[in-house]
Every structure is written in structure tokens, then in C-alpha cells.
């Protein structure tokens, strides 16, 4: 599935150039600390994200997997990198290590500080479909390789 805007497009194709493209790839932003998270991508400190396994269920939308390669955008809808889904798993919130909060890369890293702000993002996420947060919410959990930044990004 290709899901991208024209920026992201040429992006891509110039990346792979004459070389064969996987098939799988979307772009998309980290929400609203877009270029935070973008940045923290490209200085290889941030090789991990999650997101709630229902709203993949309300958006219709499939899980990820190890072929998906995805373009990041910065706030302004431009592509700055290009990862690689290295792992996926599905982990109950309150299961999640402290060792995958760190790699989500975020505040000070500890898992007190993850779990505050996921927790926070979800309640609210979760309400607007009408959904209450549980300390067992299942998440789509996934890591991923830094494969290319894009030169002269703006974040």
C-alpha cells in the first residue's frame, strides 16, 4: 500500500532511484510533536513507537509489519527520514518494559515518564470514540531502523 503526499512521493522514488521499491510504504507524522519526535528519529534516539490496537480496528486500518517501510514528515507535511518496521508486537499496556520506553525515546526516558504520557494521549485518544483508557489496553508495539534522512530537512 503506498499512502504518501508528493513531497513524500519524490522523496522516495529519489531514495530508491533505479533500485526495486518495496511495495509497502506510508508517510506520516508523530501527531503533534512531529518535528520533536522526527528529530529524535534522526539522531537515533527514538527506534520505537506504539499506538492503541483499537483504533487501528475504528480507523480500519491494518497492523503494521517487518516489510513496512514508512516516510516521517515533519509539522509541515514534508518528508525528513525513512524507517524500516523491524519488530511488532501486540503488549498490554501495563506490560510494556522499561527498556521499550526508552527506545520510544521521549521526555527523560524513564518508563514513569512514558507510561504518564501515554496514558494521558490515550484517555483522550480513546474518548473520542467513546472508549474508556484501561491500565491493560492493548498496543500495537513496534521498532524500527533509521534507513535514510532526507538532506536539508526543516524541522
Same mark, same amino acid.
Given at each position: ?11 522516495? /522514488?529519489?531514495?530508491? *532511484? ?14 503533534? *510533536?512531529? /518535528? ?31 516489510? /513496512? ?42 518508563? *514513569? ?22 491500565? /491493560? ?14 538532506? *536539508?530537512?526543516?524541522?
Amino acid at each position: 500500500m503506498i499512502i504518501m503526499n508528493q513531497a513524500a512521493r519524490l522523496y522516495w /522514488d529519489e531514495y530508491w *532511484q533505479e533500485n526495486e521499491q518495496p511495495s509497502t510504504v506510508s508517510a506520516w507524522a508523530f501527531g503533534a *510533536q512531529a /518535528d520533536e519526535l522526527a528529530q529524535l528519529v534522526i539522531d537515533g534516539v527514538k527506534t520505537a513507537t506504539c499506538s492503541a490496537y483499537i483504533l487501528y480496528e475504528i480507523e480500519n486500518e491494518p497492523l503494521p509489519t517487518t516489510d /513496512d517501510y514508512s516516510i516521517i514528515l515533519n509539522s509541515a507535511d514534508e518528508p525528513v527520514a525513512i524507517i524500516k518496521t523491524e519488530e511488532v508486537t501486540l503488549t498490554p499496556m501495563n506490560e510494556v518494559t522499561a527498556e521499550f520506553a526508552r527506545a520510544e525515546g521521549e521526555g527523560d526516558r524513564s518508563y *514513569q515518564y512514558w507510561k504518564d504520557e501515554h496514558e494521558k494521549f490515550f484517555k483522550t485518544a480513546l474518548k473520542e470514540f467513546g472508549y474508556e483508557f484501561s491500565e /491493560d489496553l492493548l498496543l500495537v508495539c513496534e521498532r524500527f531502523s533509521l534507513v535514510d534522512v532526507k538532506r *536539508q530537512n526543516k524541522l
